[in-house]
């Protein structure tokens, strides 16, 4: 009991339960692994698995466009509508940096969404903000 009490403290994404039904903590995600792990639900197009990597607060800046997506909700409305609109979308990283611990800078390059962008589209530097295992903060060129 004092275990399953402790896991639930810690929040559900960081506890298992295993088939003796024992629950034991699992670490978080690294910044790098969660910043992939969104990147692999992306290029799925699995809306539902993308919106995980993020935290329920989650804001996406896009500094170009001067506009701001604020929570999950705005994100599976946002992202299921580019993976409908453009089924052929495809992401890939042609460089990763990290800075420190939490933050994940990737410069992304986009194919599969013409006409609309050239393709493949250089999106530039994206730089992900990461705390606890989920994604707080996005900016985008």
Known sequence: MKRLLM???LGAASCRT????TVRPVP??????TVQAQLDAYNAQDVEAFVATYAEDAEVLFAGAGTTLKGRD??????GGVFKKYPRNHARIA???LEGDAVVMDHEVITGRGPDKPD???VGWV????RGGLI??????
Do not use: H
């Not at 295993?18 to 039904?21: I, L, N």
């Not at 705005?74 to 992202?79: G, W």
């Not at 730089?127 to 990461?130: A, D, F, I, K, L």
């Open 7 to 9: 896991c639930l403290a």
């Open 18 to 21: 295993t088939g003796d039904a």
């Open 28 to 33: 978080p995600r690294t910044a790098e692994q």
């Open 74 to 79: 705005a994100l599976r409305e946002r992202y």
């Open 95 to 97: 460089e990763r940096k």
């Open 120 to 122: 493949p589209w250089d």
């Open 127 to 130: 730089r992900y903000e990461v």
């Open 136 to 141: 707080q903060r996005v900016l985008l060129p």
